[in-house]
């Protein structure tokens, strides 16, 4: 019974406290709920993009 009780602290806690600030994200229109997700792609576009432009780099300079 110790162990169901922990994992609803954790449930209720996740659900209750740490993703509040999304609830009122999905609650407003298509554009502002997506907008944390944008950001994540095009920071993550960018970081693939300078790491493919190092590889080549080194390469060129035949080192490894």
Known sequence: MIANNIFKA?????????????DTLYNMNWWSANLPSWIFIIITFVAFFYWMGQLLKFKKEGRE
Do not use: E, M, R
Not at 10 to 22: E, Q
């Open 10 to 22: 954790i449930g209720d806690f996740f659900t209750n406290v740490a993703f509040a600030p999304l």
